[in-house]
DNA sequence: GGGTCTCGACGCGAGATTTT
DNA sequence: AAAATCTCGCGTCGAGACCC
């Protein structure tokens, strides 16, 4: 879970005098009269604070608005369809706004904001800068006035002047909201709130001024972040399982059974750390559900593009469970061809099962078959250490057995009559009991094997 | 006064980049 | 490899400015 703090900085062009917006930052209808919007706490709007002083005769934000422009000294009459002024939010995350408010910093706070707001856009361009209190999370309304001075950016691909236009400050919210602008806006911003431990967000993010939604994508960006690291921690563990893999080819069996078991131990952990941030992520989609569905912006798809991510990221860790679960058949597929000896009984039957009670005081209970010929044993008390070598992978059924039971008490009477009796017509001889070299049988084991799939461990 | 130019806003689309 | 998304330059539009 992260502890990331981010500093807000939201620009909007406002539209036509932006008077719409004038009431909502001033607390006050058209007419001048008091009005708290719903989603404020009247209770606290006497805590709002206007921050600059307006020029005189103006008494509201609209009106410094128009003054500015009035004085701004533009050589162009302002358009109908031109911006005439630029709405900032200055915040940071709910939590660590709420700290710097409860740590009597907020007038350090505002004083920054200041700074940084006259610094990037001119102090004369500064025409209202409103303190909310009153709402969830403490924030500044910024209005500039985008007047700019230097040359239109596409002045050089129009060419060569027919008419003598004035040269002078314009009213240009295009150039003040250019992209490039607006990431060192970004940039600057994060700086200048360094110190109060707020820092920039992720880049090209759509997030919009909602404390709560601003959490929730901020966690589930986090969720995202770990999930990701977790992977990749899967893909080292495998790579090592890799060079387990090159040690068995060594003839290194024991040594990379043993690290093999350590490897998937891992695995497993990263694994179950993917689920539980899996989970988390989820726990956390239900409890905001009612809140995402009031989101139409960009959020929503910020949102639904971090759990898609999310749940990419489940889908690899399958299909690398599944990748696992292939390289354990083929190394037990090659061990069975490389040791034969081990997946069979010393006394030639088949093992159909077996079944080990409890392996702190282990019983060993097998089932084996010869042609039809069925037969099953008990013993109790057996060997813990050797218990534990099976429980450990370190032996197979068929040695565990042949450990536990002599040949003669792994069949039935009439099993050990079938087995002379196939011995003797495949090999011309008496029945060899104990297959020791793996020298041979090999591919008759296989369709026995075959048979036995799912009965066993 | 009318034709043409300039300006800012906006949207399109080709190419680049990222995601699926 | 294909689809989706992002970037960035450019064209167009409406409106104001300039020039004859």
Request: hydrophobic share 30%; glycine share 8%.
């Amino acid at each position: 879970m992260s502890n990331t703090q981010y500093a807000v900085c939201h620009l909007q062009r406002g539209s036509g005098n932006d008077s719409g917006m004038s009431c909502h930052i001033e607390r006050k209808d058209t007419k001048g009269k008091i009005y708290v919007p719903v989603n404020a706490n009247a209770d606290r709007t006497h805590l709002n604070r206007e921050l600059v002083r307006f020029p005189e005769g103006v008494s509201n934000r609209t009106e410094a608005i128009q003054h500015r422009i009035d004085t701004a000294g533009l050589r162009r009459k302002v358009g109908k369809n031109q911006t005439k002024a630029i709405r900032i939010i200055l915040t940071g995350t709910h939590e660590q706004m709420m700290k710097i408010a409860n740590d009597d910093r907020l007038d350090s706070w505002i004083d920054a904001n200041l700074k940084w707001l006259k610094g990037t856009f001119g102090e004369e361009n500064l025409v209202s800068c409103v303190l909310h209190m009153d709402e969830k999370t403490p924030h500044l309304h910024a209005t500039i006035v985008p007047i700019v001075t230097g040359e239109r950016i596409r002045r050089k691909r129009e060419g060569e002047r027919k008419y003598e236009t004035k040269s002078g400050p314009r009213l240009s919210a295009d150039d003040v909201m250019r992209r490039t602008k607006l990431h060192e806006y970004q940039n600057s911003y994060a700086a200048a709130m360094k110190p109060f431990g707020l820092q920039r967000g992720i880049v090209g993010s759509t997030a919009k001024h909602q404390a709560n939604s601003e959490y929730y994508r901020q966690q589930v960006i986090q969720y995202e972040e770990d999930i990701a690291k977790l992977q990749v921690d899967v893909e080292k563990a495998q790579e090592g399982r890799s060079t387990i893999l090159a040690w068995f080819g060594k003839g290194d069996l024991a040594k990379a059974k043993k690290e093999l078991a350590d490897k998937d131990g891992q695995i497993a952990e990263l694994n179950r750390q993917i689920k539980a941030l899996q989970a988390e992520k989820i726990r956390l989609r239900e409890q905001h559900k009612s809140e995402i569905r009031k989101l139409r912006n960009g959020y929503q798809v910020e949102i639904d593009k971090a759990i898609r991510r999310a749940e990419t990221a489940e889908r690899q860790s399958e299909e690398k469970d599944a990748v696992i679960d292939r390289q354990r058949k083929l190394i037990d597929r090659l061990d069975r061809m490389a040791n034969p000896q081990r997946y069979s009984l010393s006394s030639g039957a088949e093992l159909v099962r077996i079944n080990v009670s409890n392996y702190r005081n282990p019983s060993l209970h097998i089932w084996t078959r010869v042609g039809e010929e069925l037969f099953e044993d008990t013993k109790f008390q057996i060997d813990y250490d050797m218990a534990q070598r099976h429980f450990n992978g370190q032996i197979t059924d068929e040695e565990f057995v042949n450990a536990v039971f002599e040949p003669q008490e792994q069949v039935s009477g009439k099993q050990a009559e079938l087995l002379g009796a196939a011995f003797t017509l495949a090999a011309g001889g008496p029945a060899e009991v104990h297959v020791g070299t793996g020298s041979g049988g090999s591919s008759s084991n296989l369709p026995w094997r075959e048979q036995k799939k799912g009965n066993r461990r």
